[in-house]
Structures are given as structure tokens and as C-alpha cells.
């Protein structure tokens, strides 16, 4: 079932998106080599609760920290750590969310942790590319699968693989809810994209095309070959009359 949103919910995940990006970029200001990645969850979590949100998620299904710290093979949920530094050249992926005012918001980026190579690079743009693709396709009338296509042709015009496994949701009062948005397959199918929908879509690339497998913790994610990946994600909701991304930080507009 869809949660369509009303003016007011609309209202308040585009405040808790603004806050969500501001808090993301302060992380990623910090990111350079040395850093561990329970700094970057501690720093996070006291963030999230000076703008009297709560973390979505820790807790969630278990999940012991605030946010998820990948890196380099690692896709999705890695779990910070006082143990795991980040490298010169390495790419790190950060995934957050906070619930204020009854509404979550989820967003992530992948960073450069100072230079790293050319297809880690291409790897990000990529990323990012394919991502604002399929916001693109967030219109009144298309269907959902039409923003699944636009991702995935993205990724693999550029000779990379989507993740499979995982998928982009609903957002609301719940952290993930219907519809389920994978990152690839044919136009045209699906449910028609409606005001009031909420969406976070949230393409995970890799450079090999094995199925990910899930390590010894129960969360890391990681490439099926030990290749890089990435990961972006926006939170976007469809008003009367436009799709509006909610998780842009300052001035910025859609
Ligand atoms: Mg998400």
C-alpha cells in the first residue's frame, strides 16, 4: 500500500531533508585518511539529535549505529567502527536518515578519501549521474519502473553493473515503504507516480556484475568480487506539480 502525503507530512520531510543534507556535508567536510568510521557515526548522531531528530537508523531491525559507513567493496550497512580507518584513496560511502516531527528522510553519497583512481572517479559520476536520471524521470504519469530503466541504462551505458540485491522505497512515517524501487529493467511498468508519493531512490553500483554477499556481521554488503562500489540517494516527494528533492542543502533547488 502507498502512503500518499499531505501537504503538512510534505512540509516537514522537506525541513528534515534540508537538516539531513546540511548534517551530511559536515560529515563529508571531514573525511580524510585516519579518520575512523565511528567518528563519523559519533559525529552524526550528535548532529541528528541537536536538530531534535532521532536517528532512523539505529535500531532499525537492530542496527546498532546512525549511520551506515562503507567502504571500497563494502555497498551498503557497514557498521561504523573504532577499528576501521579511512585510507588515502579509498572511496567511502555514507548513508543516513533521521525521523523528526513523525517523518523520516534518507539520503547517501560516496567520497574520495584525498586522490584516488580513475575508475573509482568515473565510478562516483557514474553514480551520481545515474542517480539524478532517475529523479528526472519523477513526473506525474510515468510509471515506476521508468526511473528503474533510467538508472540502470545509465550504469551499464557506462560499463559498471547495478547492485540487484537492494532497492530504492517509500519514505514516510516509515523508513522503507511500498513502492519498492530497484535500479534497473524496462520502462513502462509499474504503478503510476502520483502527488504525494514519496521516494527515496538509491542506485548502488559496482564494478562487477557477481551477486553481493552479506559478510560474518550480518550487515556489510559487499561486491561479489571485492570490486568498488558506490552509492547515492535522494530523498524526493512529488507535489501537485513537481517533483521536489528533499535532501538538497542551502539555496539549492531541483
Ligand atoms: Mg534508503
Known sequence: MI???????????RENGRILAQIL???????????TTQFFDNLAEMLIREA?????????SGYPASINASINEEVVHGIPSLERWLEEGDVFSIDIGLLRNGMHVDMATTVAVGNVDDIARQMMD???RSLWEGIEQVKIG???????????SCVEAA??????????????????????????????HGMRLRPGMALAIEPMIKIDSLPTQVQADRWTVVTGSGGLSVHFE????????????VTLGGDEKA
Open 126 to 128: 557514474v553514480g551520481e
Open 234 to 245: 535522494h530523498t524526493i516527494v512529488l507535489t501537485d506539480d513537481r517533483a521536489v528533492v
Open 25 to 35: 556535508d559536515k560529515l563529508c567536510e571531514k573525511v580524510r585518511p585516519g579518520r
Open 142 to 152: 510515468n510509471r515506476l519502473s521508468d526511473i528503474s530503466h533510467a538508472i540502470g
Open 159 to 188: 560499463g559498471f553493473h547495478v547492485v540487484k540485491e537492494y532497492v530504492g522505497h517509500g519514505i514516510g512515517k516509515a523508513l522503507h515503504e511500498d513502492p519498492q524501487i530497484p535500479n534497473y529493467g524496462p520502462p513502462g
Open 3 to 13: 502512503a500518499l502525503k499531505t501537504p503538512a507530512e510534505i512540509a516537514i520531510m
Open 52 to 60: 531534535g531528530a532521532v536517528p532512523s537508523f539505529k535500531g532499525y
